[in-house]
């Protein structure tokens, strides 16, 4: 089937009032179907996030479609940098009384010639609710389920805080900061962020970064741009002085009832000591003292990450819902899609 739609570049700093509205009408019809277990943000609260993109995924591409001049469809496209320069990573939205129409599709046909003339060679979407409708239109239209993730939440006042009363492991002191690692630190901490190479990751074509001292630096200057703080909190060994295990968190301003959980990750030396979720249940106890607005935390594993559920468990994190990540090379979709 094809639908005859018009699809443009959205831009949410500069956007027209109405569209906003007519924006705004579309996304929360489209979470109350798609999400009800989410709660629907205000008007004013959801542009707030509409201008605070995800920081750490590079610049972001925002598109809307048209039929008759009615908004039927939006698209996210975040363009991944670093290793990552392949993938475009993408989310379609087409507003709910207009599925099934093809315009989904459309969405997706016309978003492809302009991620490639950016460079980019496979489309993702992450975090689809498994079985749910995003993924059967992924299936349907050529993608392939690259991984299966679980959205993890912690509701802050459903949880036991003695959950994050975890002694410290001997021989490790901690240290933690927000937006900025410490000189004598910075080196150690991107080589433990090697560590994140050993978790499990599917058949996603996302590659794990490959960390220095110098891009620890480029990451955080991203962040401080788009106004978003990332806290670490790192297990430093007393006999050696590096860093072990680190756990990264994301504030955004955007959001201040809510905290993103990041990386974690331990060095494979010293895997076995409670050290990940010692840093992690340092991190809530130190976020909750500063920011005590926080409501809840959110974060996205792969569901073969076993010892990762099984830590974020212990410290009060629930299971929300099984994610599928799909992905597809876009010179076979352009085929497919004519
Ligand atoms: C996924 C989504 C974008 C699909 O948009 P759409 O315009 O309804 O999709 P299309 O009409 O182009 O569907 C093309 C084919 O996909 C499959 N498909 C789409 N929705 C489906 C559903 N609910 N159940 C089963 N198959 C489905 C069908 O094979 C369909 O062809 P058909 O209608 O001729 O049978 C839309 O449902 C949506 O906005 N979902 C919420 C956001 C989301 O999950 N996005 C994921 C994409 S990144």
């Known amino acids: 089937m094809t639908v005859k739609i018009e699809v443009e570049p959205f831009e949410p700093d500069q956007a027209a009032a109405e569209d906003l509205t007519a924006l705004y009408e579309l996304s929360m019809a489209a979470v109350r179907l798609d999400r009800p277990d989410l709660v629907v943000p205000g008007y004013d609260d959801w542009v707030a996030g509409l201008r605070q993109p995800a920081a750490g995924f590079?610049?972001?591409?925002?598109?809307?479609?048209?039929?008759d001049g009615e908004l039927v469809a939006k698209a996210v496209v975040y363009f991944l940098p670093g290793e990552n320069e392949h993938l475009a990573l993408t989310e379609i939205?087409?507003?709910?009384?207009?599925?099934?129409?093809?315009?989904?599709?459309?969405?997706?046909?016309?978003?492809?010639?302009?991620?490639?003339?950016?460079g980019r060679k496979v489309v993702e979407g992450w975090e689809l609710s498994k079985g749910g409708v995003g993924e059967q239109w992924a299936l349907a239209v050529g993608l392939r389920i690259s991984k299966s993730t679980i959205s993890q939440t912690l509701a802050v006042r459903d949880t036991d805080p003695t959950l994050w009363d975890v002694p410290a492991p001997e021989g490790f002191r901690v240290a933690e900061w927000a937006?900025?690692?410490?000189?004598?630190?910075v080196t150690s901490y991107a080589h433990a962020l090697f560590a994140m190479h050993d978790a499990p990751a599917g058949d996603s074509e996302y590659r794990i970064g490959e960390w220095t001292a110098e891009r620890i630096r480029d990451a955080e200057?991203?962040?401080?741009?788009?106004?978003?703080?990332?806290?670490?909190?790192v297990a430093v060994s007393e006999a050696t002085g590096e860093v072990a295990a680190l756990t990264q968190l994301d504030l955004y301003t955007a959001y201040p009832e809510w905290a993103v959980q990041q990386d974690t990750a331990?060095?494979?030396?010293?895997?076995?000591k409670g050290l990940g979720r010692w840093v992690k249940a340092h991190m809530l106890?130190?976020?909750?003292?500063?920011?005590?607005?926080?409501?809840?935390i959110y974060t996205n594993v792969n569901a073969d990450n076993e010892h990762?559920?099984?830590?974020?468990?212990?410290?009060?994190?629930?299971?929300?819902?099984?994610?599928?990540?799909?992905?597809?090379?876009?010179?076979?979709?352009?085929?497919?899609l004519g």
């Open 285 to 296: 106890r130190a976020l909750l003292a500063e920011r005590p607005s926080t409501e809840k």
């Open 179 to 185: 937006g900025s690692a410490p000189d004598e630190l």
């Open 221 to 233: 200057a991203r962040h401080r741009e788009q106004n978003v703080v990332q806290r670490v909190v």
């Open 93 to 118: 939205t087409v507003a709910p009384q207009r599925r099934r129409a093809g315009v989904g599709t459309a969405v997706l046909r016309a978003l492809l010639p302009e991620l490639e003339a950016r």
């Open 266 to 272: 331990v060095i494979p030396a010293y895997r076995g």
């Open 58 to 67: 590079g610049p972001r591409g925002s598109w809307v479609a048209r039929c």
């Open 308 to 336: 990762m559920i099984r830590v974020n468990e212990q410290i009060g994190f629930t299971t929300s819902r099984s994610t599928v990540g799909v992905s597809a090379e876009i010179a076979e979709l352009r085929r497919l």
